[in-house]
């Protein structure tokens, strides 16, 4: 089997052909979404519970979207109509999750490990869809898809993952994920952004724009998660743009051919201007947004095969 796990947590622990086995899916999930074609029978009867601890758009949706077009019965908890504030812990609210015999649970939290606490406790298969700052695995697949389909690879290629990384689960995931595929990876921003033991991931580390993107063919553009800082970590967001932000100034220092990405929600004129961001010739951002629904296709279709245990 080439993915043997009933869960997805993490990308870390994840060997290639694992990797490989949920992109190849996904690229198939992208040329039957073009066709306007689904697949409803491949879910149908299976129940999907998107557990959302914290706010989200794009990633709850595509999760929705995906499920439906795979015939899934969706339903979204969101926890501010949800018991936990009523007091209600995350394994009691695991207790309810089992007694309502559901298949496929997606969760995002805001601490790390919480995917993982909960996958030892319920009986459905479980997704993270963002864990504090751990790990963020779909958006990584959807990221490596993106690039793939542009680059006709990931082995060999430069990525450089620029901004608030101290923060991000995007950029945990996506190192690992590239790094296992052979892809060189370097984190570029400022040092109080920048974890020390980041190194340890095998990534190189810059501290300016001019040097990180030299030889980049894909510049990855991190949102700057103030919500996460407790504070002084940054100046002012207009000195931050000023050194960090990506405009196509910077871009130049890239290979000419280099594409943008970014998770989203952008700040926009914080870390990108908006004339890179909308640029229709370097950015990737809205075909990162089309990826996410097939990479979740590829990843609900995957684990139901694999299994939900009712016991
Ligand atoms: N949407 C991504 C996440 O949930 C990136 C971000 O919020 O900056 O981690």
Same mark, same amino acid.
């Given at each position: 089997m080439s993915y043997p796990h009933r869960h997805l947590l993490a990308i870390e622990g994840l060997y290639p052909p694992a990797i490989q086995h949920l992109l190849d899916l996904a690229e198939n999930y992208v040329s039957l979404n073009r066709t306007g074609k689904?697949?409803?029978?491949?879910?149908?009867g299976r129940t999907l519970i998107n557990l959302f601890f914290e706010d989200s758009t794009r990633t709850r949706t595509s999760f929705e979207l995906a499920g439906k077009r795979l015939g899934a019965d969706v339903i979204n908890m969101s926890v501010a109509s949800s018991s936990v504030n009523k007091g209600e812990t995350l394994l009691d609210t695991a207790a309810t999750l089992n007694a309502m015999h559901c298949d496929l649970l997606v969760v995002r939290h805001g601490q790390s490990g919480a995917a993982n606490l909960l996958a030892q406790k319920v009986g459905a298969c479980v997704i993270n869809a963002g864990d504090g700052a751990h790990e963020h695995p779909t958006q990584a697949l959807l990221d490596a898809l993106t690039i793939r389909r542009h680059k006709?690879?990931?082995?060999g290629l430069q990525i450089a993952i620029c901004g608030?990384?101290?923060?991000?689960r995007v950029a945990r995931s996506n190192i690992h994920l590239l790094s296992a595929m052979g892809a060189r990876v370097r984190v570029v921003g400022p040092p109080t952004l920048i974890? @020390?033991? +980041?190194?340890?991931?095998?990534v190189e580390v810059s501290y300016d724009m001019r040097e990180g993107l030299a030889g980049a063919d894909i510049v990855m553009m991190l949102r700057l998660q103030r919500e996460r800082m407790s504070s @002084?970590? +940054?100046?002012s967001a207009r000195e931050y743009f000023r050194f960090w932000g990506l405009d196509h100034e910077k871009l130049a220092?890239?290979?000419?051919?280099a594409l943008v990405m970014h998770p989203g929600p952008m700040n926009r004129g914080v870390e990108i201007d908006s004339a890179v961001a909308d640029d229709p010739v370097r950015s990737l951002i809205a075909e990162q947004v089309e990826m996410g629904v097939a990479v979740r296709m590829a990843v609900l279709d995957t684990l139901a095969r694999n299994g939900a245990r009712h016991d």
């Open positions: 689904t697949q409803r029978d491949l879910l149908r006709g690879k990931l082995q608030d990384v101290a923060h991000s974890p @020390g033991p +980041i190194t340890r991931l095998g @002084g970590l +940054i100046p220092f890239a290979k000419p051919d």
